[in-house]
T-cell receptor, first 114, second 115 residues
Framework: GAVVSQHPSRVICKSGTSVKIECRSL??????MFWYRQFPKKSLMLMAT?????????EQGVEKDKFLINHASLTLSTLTVTSAHPEDSSFYIC??????????FGPGTRLTVL | AQSVSQHNHHVILSEAASLELGCNYS??????LFWYVQYPGQHLQLLLK??????LVKGIKGFEAEFIKSKFSFNLRKPSVQWSDTAEYFC?????????????FGSGTRLSIRP
């Protein structure tokens, strides 16, 4: 149980375009979902926390207009990277929790912006 | 500020050696503690967690961790490592009763096992 999926697993896009990444909790309802960014050989950096039906809470330094988060249901959250630039290239990971403090992580999405 | 420190950035061991990875956190209140593992090319998986009770916690694949409150530590151990344990290991903390459940990760320790 407690499986989280992400789609797509890899995406390559041109600079200036927008990319949407989906995060789904497959066998449980997630009260809260989190979006992280992982840099090479570095730890995960929390970008934002999202609760179903409400606006996401962004961490300091994360541009909310650039990284749009929508948590439409208890099993789906989306991250849209708008007007992507090469510096947005990274590994984006989502996690989901039922509120018990244990987070279940998705497999990640590798974004490459050309 | 709350933080998690993993002092070993890269550990190299031979198979059958014993393992101990250090983890210290800075937070004055009660915390929930986790160790996650990320195998090459795979996503983060929960190894074990401590919320309360017996401070010696057993996880999957023969791993265990001991919570020592006085030292603010939660070190990960395994008596005999295998080549398949090669991975990145992350210690993490959530302040208990944190409504947002925001997890704070350490910087990770890369474990390389020589066959």
């Amino acid at each position: 149980g407690a499986v989280v999926s992400q789609h797509p697993s890899r995406v390559i896009c041109k600079s200036g375009t927008s990319v949407k990444i989906e995060c789904r909790s497959l066998d449980f309802q997630a009260t809260t979902m989190f979006w992280y960014r992982q840099f090479p050989k570095k730890s995960l950096m929390l970008m934002a926390t999202s609760n179903e039906g409400s606006k996401a809470t962004y961490e300091q330094g994360v541009e909310k207009d650039k990284f749009l988060i929508n948590h439409a249901s208890l099993t789906l959250s989306t991250l849209t990277v708008t007007s992507a630039h090469p510096e947005d290239s990274s590994f984006y990971i989502c996690s989901a929790t039922t509120g018990t403090d244990t987070q279940y992580f998705g497999p990640g999405t590798r974004l490459t912006v050309l | 500020a709350q933080s998690v420190s993993q002092h070993n950035h890269h550990v190299i061991l031979s198979e059958a050696a014993s393992l101990e990875l250090g983890c210290n956190y800075s937070y004055g209140g009660t915390v929930n503690l986790f160790w996650y593992v990320q195998y090459p090319g795979q996503h983060l998986q929960l190894l074990l967690k401590y919320f309360s009770g017996d401070p010696l916690v057993k996880g999957i694949k023969g791993f265990e961790a001991e919570f020592i409150k006085s030292k603010f530590s939660f070190n990960l151990r395994k008596p005999s490592v295998q080549w398949s344990d090669t991975a990145e290991y992350f210690c993490a903390v959530i302040p208990a009763r944190s409504s947002a459940s925001k997890i704070i990760f350490g910087s990770g320790t890369r474990l390389s096992i020589r066959p």
